[in-house]
Antibody
Framework: EVQLVETGGGLIQPGGSLRLSCAAS????????MAWVRQAPGKGPERVSV???????YYADSVKGRFTFSRDNSKNTLSLQMNSLRDEDTATYYC?????????????WGRGTLVTVSS | DIQMTQSPSTLSASVGDRVTITCRAS??????LAWYQQKPGKAPNLLIY???SLQSGVPSRFSGSGSGTEFTLTISSLQPDDFATYYC????????FGQGTKLEIK
């Protein structure tokens, strides 16, 4: 079955760190453009970071310098290392696959993992 | 940044109704627009891409139209499974989503 499963969310204090993981099955993450997309409670989604097939990564300004997107081809997994967390990082974090072609819309999403930043 | 504004925020309708949701972009996105359906606790599900192309497996009662700054998602005859929240996303310049339209049972 083609799916994405995120893990690693939880309650963390401001300034803390958390590492999210996303396990892919049914397809290869190394052959696809992948993304982390977050959704704050009651808000629309926001694209946080992307990784290209060549390994290049890009970040939203709101997380640049604090988050790191990486990929493990041997395990077919993605990770998002989140440092210096802020209250406004509270959201459900989804990993998502870019649809075939050259544009950033998403044809496969995981069920998400909730990150709550609060003291 | 391109801002996406959906209307209405909430829509009450009955099974069998024809409903339309509007999405407006703060500047032209050509036809680089997608629509997603999201149910509580679930991931968004792609319905429409390139403004009017139906994603494989999506029922034909869903349709999209528009270009430039104004877009619509139409459900021709609401089914019980369609009550959910719908989001538009532009992907012409970086990426941004609308705030959502909650479709609820009247």
């Amino acid at each position: 079955e083609v799916q994405l499963v995120e893990t690693g969310g939880g309650l963390i204090q401001p300034g803390g760190s958390l590492r999210l993981s996303c396990a892919a099955s049914g397809f290869s993450v190394s052959n696809n453009y992948m993304a982390w997309v977050r959704q704050a409670p009651g808000k629309g989604p926001e694209r946080v970071s992307v990784i290209y097939t060549d390994g290049d990564t890009y970040y939203a300004d709101s997380v640049k310098g604090r988050f790191t997107f990486s990929r493990d081809n041997s395990k077919n997994t993605l990770s998002l290392q989140m440092n210096s967390l802020r209250d406004e990082d509270t959201a459900t974090y989804y990993c998502a696959r870019r649809a075939l072609g050259s544009h950033w819309y998403f044809d496969l999403w995981g069920r998400g993992t909730l990150v709550t930043v609060s003291s | 940044d391109i801002q996406m504004t959906q209307s209405p925020s909430t829509l009450s309708a009955s099974v069998g109704d024809r409903v339309t949701i509007t999405c407006r972009a703060s500047e032209s996105v050509s036809t680089w627009l997608a629509w997603y359906q999201q149910k509580p606790g679930k991931a968004p599900n792609l319905l429409i891409y390139k403004a009017s192309s139906l994603q494989s497996g999506v029922p034909s009662r869903f349709s999209g139209s528009g270009s430039g700054t104004e877009f619509t998602l139409t459900i021709s005859s609401l089914q019980p499974d369609d009550f959910a929240t719908y989001y538009c996303q532009q992907y012409n310049s970086y990426s941004s989503f609308g705030q959502g339209t909650k479709l609820e049972i009247k």
